[in-house]
């Protein structure tokens, strides 16, 4: 039997992870420097936390969530998404005493039984900020200016946001009754998925990608006609606050997101030149999310972007990420005396701080040099019979060319010395 790998999975290669380290890093450092702090979750979490929250009847997310009974008979699912699991953390740990607004970013994998396309996999990585306890439009401008910076911070050009508003649960019952009165009109327009969405969620059907919706969508209404004064007024602040920045951003009537649990603001980050989906990532506001786990009123807004998309885009784009750093040390070894040597001198130079390669088995010099070539090391230190009865091992530096003799007890604040440090 030949073994792969699960469909819509990926082997992250080694020489893939500077664009993971790096990115990683970006948006690690980037939350923390707005004051967001880091919780790590559950990879799994009783059923009951997504199909309450995230998995609303007719969403996609509810047909692709990876559930399954365990051996005490508890219905578990991998994680869906990140933003019910923050929520139940908040509610279960007792984070609504702290100072508030409560403000927390993740980073992990996510699990979505999807078809596999490019960009898009069956376990992905997500990076998830939201702000919690917190109603102003200041929270919303927030969360949009992180994702952005993110994007902005990793080299990506033209950055724009997709805006709107879905209301609450008093003016978005509203709205979706004169939707559906719109839609059952043009009912033999719609096609068999559409139908299917109207029958159980509505707005999705705004978010079509089939034929001919872009023409049957024209004239439908739009929500912001359609909000009660509560939110009227919080989507003005937003807008006032993303006008005053000079930021630009696009009113889209037709974007609602994927899940049911969205309260007034929605939006995305597009950027523009990295083809058909200019969408780069997407969150918004979901006041209500608390209360459905049976926590107190708690308002909230965040949003979630993926790495492989992020790191698949600069891969095209052409931005390049920083280079790992590699152990500048190299120990060439002759002998089984210089051998034994080699393993002390590594492991001292490893306790230092100095990254160290040693070279493995019985081979020449000529054959070690050539790996501590490959393996880009700038100093090499030969050991040998005769260094060993001089006490002065021999390093040679790779970029110039030169040989220096250095007695061995002095070796490692030589090293120390030679060596810039990050």
């Known amino acids: 039997m030949s073994y792969q790998r699960p469909t819509g999975t990926l082997d992250i290669l080694p020489q893939e992870q500077p664009y993971w380290n790096h990115v990683k890093r970006t948006v690690q450092s ?3 420097r707005l004051g967001f702090e880091r919780l790590d979750l559950p990879t799994f979490e009783y059923t009951p936390v997504f199909e309450h929250t995230a998995a609303g009847e007719g969403t996609d997310l509810r047909k692709e969530m990876y559930s399954f009974e365990d051996k005490d008979g508890q219905e578990i699912t991998f994680r869906a998404e990140f933003t019910a699991s923050v929520v139940r953390a908040y509610i279960e740990n007792g984070m609504q005493v702290w100072p508030t607004p409560v403000k927390l970013y993740s980073i992990g994998s996510v699990f979505r039984h999807e078809k596999p396309q490019k960009g898009r996999y069956r376990e992905h990585h997500q990076f998830n900020a939201e702000i919690l306890g917190e109603s102003s439009p200041m929270a919303d401008l927030e969360i949009m200016l992180l994702a952005e910076s993110i994007y902005a911070e990793l080299g990506f050009g ?7 508003s879905t209301g609450c649960p008093q003016c978005k019952p509203v709205y979706i009754e004169k939707l559906m009165d719109y839609l059952q009109a043009h009912h033999e327009r719609l096609s068999e998925v559409d139908r299917e969405r109207l029958a159980h969620n509505p707005l999705r059907v705004l978010d079509s990608k089939e034929p001919d919706m872009d023409q049957v969508l024209a004239k439908a209404p739009h929500i912001t006609d359609h909000l009660c004064d509560e939110c009227r007024a919080h989507f003005a602040e937003l807008r006032t606050y993303l006008d005053h920045l000079e930021k630009p951003y696009t ?19 597009w950027a523009q030149g990295i083809g058909a989906q200019n969408a780069v990532c997407g969150g918004g506001r979901y006041d209500g999310l608390a209360e459905g786990l049976g926590g107190p ?3 909230g807004v965040g949003f979630a972007t993926g790495l492989e998309r992020i790191i698949m885009t600069m891969q095209t784009q052409g931005i390049k990420p920083p280079a790992l750093p590699q152990p500048p040390v190299f120990i060439a070894a002759l002998g089984e005396a210089a051998r034994l040597e080699a393993i002390d001198l590594a492991w001292a130079l490893r306790r230092a701080g100095l990254g160290a390669w040693q070279a493995f088995g019985k081979r020449g010099l000529k054959s070690q040099l050539r790996e ?7 100093y090499v230190i030969i050991l040998g019979q005769e260094e060993i009865e001089t006490q002065e ?18 070796l490692v604040d030589w090293l120390n010395a030679q060596i810039p440090r990050a």
């Open 30 to 32: 980037l939350a923390e």
């Open 158 to 164: 033209d950055l724009s946001f997709q805006l709107n």
């Open 372 to 378: 501590a070539n490959k393996r880009e090391a700038r």
């Open 297 to 299: 009123p708690t308002p």
């Open 393 to 410: 091992a021999t390093v040679r530096d790779m970029d110039q060319g030169e040989q220096t003799n250095v007695p061995m007890q002095e």
């Open 251 to 269: 009113l889209n009537f037709r974007l609602v997101r994927g899940l049911d649990y969205y309260t007034k603001t929605v939006f995305e980050v």
